[in-house]
């Protein structure tokens, strides 16, 4: 008698449940619940992405849980922030309830970040404008470089160096203030006219838009009215030297790095920059976000962000927020010696 061969992929019981597809409906049409679009939504809290996907899943589990097929997305921004706050804590589902209120407002939101060269504002605020949504994102340096082909060196000097390296160029000496505050005050007036304009021209089509640059120094740029857009300032800045430096110096070793190593060369005029600008920001009312963990950095000005829409004073002590990341940094410089 022959022997019955056995199936090299035995069939899955016939108790093992499918998978329930849930629907979010708010019509006739509808679309099945994605955990890829509920983190990108909630990341707007200021979570980082795998701990946003996490709270995807719980609420995907509790969908299941509840036996729906269908939902609402009003009910299912409900149950997003209950998730929030049973998982990670109220201030995270207060701010995805601010920003999805914020989705109604009838003018446009206007992010500045600004900080010297180095401190990590060009990834932060590419970070924070992808997670929140905002697609029209400008540095000042790209402004710049657009202003150097219409005015000359001849014209214009200040616009044809580094901002930490404009002394030098100026046909005329910077009086009796410090070289290098006075020809960085020189690039930051002329390229302030180009953001000014850009600004204006966003508050006109009524479209969002985040501009981030070392010429993004409070006081020299003309801001539209509340009436008129949503403004949110922000100054980042490394108070670590040693902190501030290894940023130059991981870049250099590389054989593209000759940039890099020119702003080693200016280190200290960079440094004095920093303090300059950040006297600005305490003297406008402008939050400074210190740069020591890449992850606290980018949820404090989503923060930051989230409350102007708002109005809320929600944003957490500088204090409380320095004592994060540091401790954040902490815990990075542990792992890396282990």
């Known amino acids: 008698m022959d022997a019955t061969p056995i199936p090299l992929d035995p069939p899955a019981p016939a108790s093992a449940p499918r998978p329930r597809h849930v629907t979010v409906r708010d019509g006739k049409a509808g679309l099945p619940y994605s955990k890829g679009l509920m983190a990108t939504s909630v990341m707007a809290a200021g979570l980082p992405p795998l701990r946003a996907f996490a709270v995807a899943e719980v609420v995907e589990q509790r969908l ?27 201030r995270y589902a207060d701010n995805y309830r601010a ?23 060009s990834t932060v605020a590419t970070t924070m404008a992808a997670r929140l949504g905002l697609v029209r994102i400008v540095s000042t340096d790209a402004i710049r470089e657009v202003m150097r082909g219409i ?17 030098g160029h100026l046909r005329e000496p910077p009086g009796d203030a410090e070289p290098v505050i006075a020809g960085f005050r020189r690039q930051v007036q ?48 490394v108070d670590d030297e040693q902190i501030h430096r290894s940023h130059f110096v991981a870049r250099s070793q590389d054989s593209r790095g000759a940039r890099h190593r020119d702003y080693l060369a200016h280190f200290d005029d960079i440094r004095r ?17 210190p740069s020591y963990s890449f992850d606290a950095t980018v949820s404090r000005v989503m923060e930051l962000v989230v409350s102007a829409t708002t109005d809320r004073p929600g944003s957490r002590p500088p204090e409380a927020v320095e004592l994060d990341a540091r401790l954040d940094a902490a815990a990075t410089a542990a792992a890396r010696q282990e």
Request: net charge negative.
């Open 64 to 90: 299941h849980a509840a036996g729906r097929d269908t939902v609402s997305s009003a009910d299912l921004r409900d149950l997003a922030a209950g998730v929030l706050e049973d998982e990670v804590g109220p």
């Open 190 to 237: 002329a390229v302030s006219v180009g953001v000014t304009q850009l600004i204006r021209r966003a508050v006109v089509e009524g479209t969002d838009l985040v501009v981030e640059g070392a010429h993004v120094v409070p006081g020299y740029v003309e801001l539209p009215g509340r009436s008129e857009a949503i403004v949110a300032s922000m100054v980042i800045a």
């Open 273 to 289: 920059i920093q303090t300059y600008v950040q006297a600005l920001a305490v003297e406008h009312g402008v939050p400074v976000v």
């Open 151 to 167: 005015f000359t060196r001849e014209m214009m000097p200040a616009l044809h160096a580094s901002s930490f390296d404009v002394a």
């Open 99 to 121: 920003w999805q209120c914020a989705q109604d407002r009838t003018v446009p939101l206007i992010v500045l970040v600004g900080g010297t060269t180095g401190v990590g504002k």
